[in-house]
């Protein structure tokens, strides 16, 4: 367990540490897991990565359902790509999250329990193939703003991995454009777009 995650409420409360720990925050230092912090940082980090996580992984679902039914074998396989993408985000996030001091498998049964949470975007149904190209690039293209803004953050290990995620979206988000553009090219919006499989 990371040093501080269990600190006696005393160290929990010291207000020079949390003077201490603000000024390097004020400084645009990184918290390292190691480092001092207070519980309700720890506990607010925990809860926000352990939900970008969650939401990684549910994403990853309807898109997931689509691979074997996508037009064309260039689709299925950029559609696993973003698949594969969005679970090893997940992850790493979980990873980050378990530096402070919550084990995976306790995540997981959160999530599984109700306990966790995760962004209600992904219950939206993909019914059709148009669904999921035009629900996965509004849901890029929003992620790569979240994402330059949380690879700003305080908390080392949740902000290394932005700039690589921010590539990858990029790259996806190109692909998904493609899939858009390719309709008009292939045959009128209204087949494609509104028959369900």
């Known amino acids: 367990m990371p040093v501080g995650a269990e600190e006696p409420k005393a160290a929990a409360e010291n207000p020079e540490l949390l003077a201490q720990f603000e000024a390097r925050i004020a400084r645009g230092e990184k918290i390292e897991p190691r480092d001092w912090m207070p519980a309700a940082y720890r506990k607010q980090l925990i809860r926000m ?4 996580a969650h939401s ?9 359902t689509w691979i074997t039914r996508a037009p064309g074998f260039r689709r299925k396989l950029a559609l696993m790509a973003k698949v594969q993408d969005e679970v090893g985000h997940a992850q790493l996030l979980y990873s980050a999250a378990e530096t402070l001091g919550k084990s995976r498998e306790e995540m997981i ?3 599984i329990n109700g306990k966790s949470k995760y962004s209600n975007v992904f219950n939206y149904p993909a019914e059709t193939w148009a669904d999921v190209a035009v629900i996965g690039f509004l849901i890029d293209a929003a992620a790569i703003v979240n994402q330059v803004a949380n690879s700003k953050g305080s908390y080392g290990p949740y902000c290394r991995p932005w700039n690589g ?6 790259f996806t988000s190109s692909k998904v454009t493609r899939f858009l ?12 777009c509104y028959n369900k499989p």
């Open 56 to 64: 990684e992984i549910i994403g990853a679902l309807p898109e997931g």
């Open 109 to 111: 049964n959160d999530l």
């Open 181 to 192: 553009f390719g309709w008009q090219r292939e045959r009128p919006c209204s087949g494609i």
């Open 165 to 170: 995620f921010v590539m990858k979206r990029v």
């Open 49 to 52: 990565i352990e939900q970008h």
